[in-house]
């Protein structure tokens, strides 16, 4: 390893990878002996809950950050601007493009079926959080999804045991208003 590449920044490397160089990283569809199991999905979902709001390699755009940091210093809640996924579940009044963007990123990565490998189950997860926050706190839908497809998703949400309480209290909170 020559020491260019010993300074290069993970964060950074990952943020200008393409799609296909993200879908290699993450191994989707493959089994190898290094794949992720079920006993890593409390530790995967913690990790997306904490990750910056970075979309791959299509990042959350300066316009929509300096417009929500205006927003933010005008409320009384100035510490309220989304910088994780976990920000955007504690926000009472997440940004609508955000949401539609997390959505749109995780539909493409959640597979379509009941088995899917544990990252795709993330993925899942993580999109029905993005469209039941839309429903439930901005009474916005971004989905064509009826309500009674949201309450199916939040009880499966709810079905899964590596789903931490604070998530597991937002889609019960849901399910009784999908309901």
């Known amino acids: 390893m020559n020491k260019s590449e010993a300074n290069v920044n993970s964060s950074e490397a990952l943020a200008r990878s393409d799609a296909s160089q993200l879908l290699k990283l993450m191994s989707v569809g493959e089994t190898t002996s290094g794949a992720l199991r079920t006993e890593d999905l409390p530790a995967m979902l913690r990790h997306q809950l904490l990750a910056p709001l970075e979309f791959g390699p299509r990042k959350v755009p300066a316009s929509l950050i300096e417009a929500r940091k205006r927003s933010v210093k005008s409320s009384p809640r100035a510490e309220g601007s989304a910088r994780t996924f976990k920000d955007l579940l504690d926000d009472p009044q997440p940004p609508l493009e955000l949401l539609k963007m997390a959505k749109d990123y995780f539909k493409d990565r959640a597979g379509g079926s009941d088995e899917r490998q544990p ?37 499966w949400v709810l079905a899964q045991e590596w789903v931490e309480e604070k998530t597991r209290t937002f889609f019960a909170e849901a399910s009784r208003r999908l309901a």
């Open 119 to 155: 990252e795709q189950a993330v993925a899942y997860l993580m999109y029905q959080l993005a469209i039941t926050l839309a429903r439930v706190r901005l009474e916005n839908p971004i989905t064509r999804l009826a309500d009674s497809d949201l309450l199916k998703g939040a009880q």
